[in-house]
């Protein structure tokens, strides 16, 4: 059985960082192109950042280029992301997500998307 775990959310207040990390079981890591959506109260699901199975290819949302990163250790089944600057736009509940589809490298669509963690929420005061 797949699992998708994330970690790393809390409250911090604006202009602060945090790191996400995403810990996978039950597939092979690296077979899978990474996600990260978020979803704010009210709001769309975004796709954040994404990158290929190793680590070679990267996309961020307009919104969050510059400021996060994501990465992965496929040793280590682990995704991550570098969220800087943090600002009170930023709050939302944060998703790991896989998919064995091709990597286009371009704006993330949820739909086809193979496997979702449950989430990590994250709030940024003011």
């Known amino acids: 059985q797949v699992h998708l775990v994330e970690s790393g959310g809390g409250l911090v207040q604006a202009g602060g960082s945090l790191r996400l990390s995403c810990t996978a079981s039950g597939l092979i890591f690296d077979d899978y192109a990474m996600y990260w959506f978020r979803q704010a109260p009210g709001k769309e699901r975004e796709g954040v950042s994404s990158i290929n199975w190793n680590g070679g290819s990267t996309y961020y949302a307009d919104s969050v280029k510059g400021r996060f990163t994501i990465s992965r250790d496929n040793a280590k089944n682990t995704l991550y992301l570098q969220m800087n600057s943090l600002k009170p736009e930023d709050t939302a509940m944060y998703y790991c997500?896989?998919?064995?589809?091709?990597?286009?490298?371009?704006?993330?669509?949820?739909?086809?998307?193979?496997?979702w963690g449950k989430g990590t929420l994250v709030t940024i005061s003011p």
């Open positions: 997500v896989g998919s064995r589809a091709y990597y286009h490298g371009g704006h993330p669509d949820s739909n086809g998307m193979d496997y």
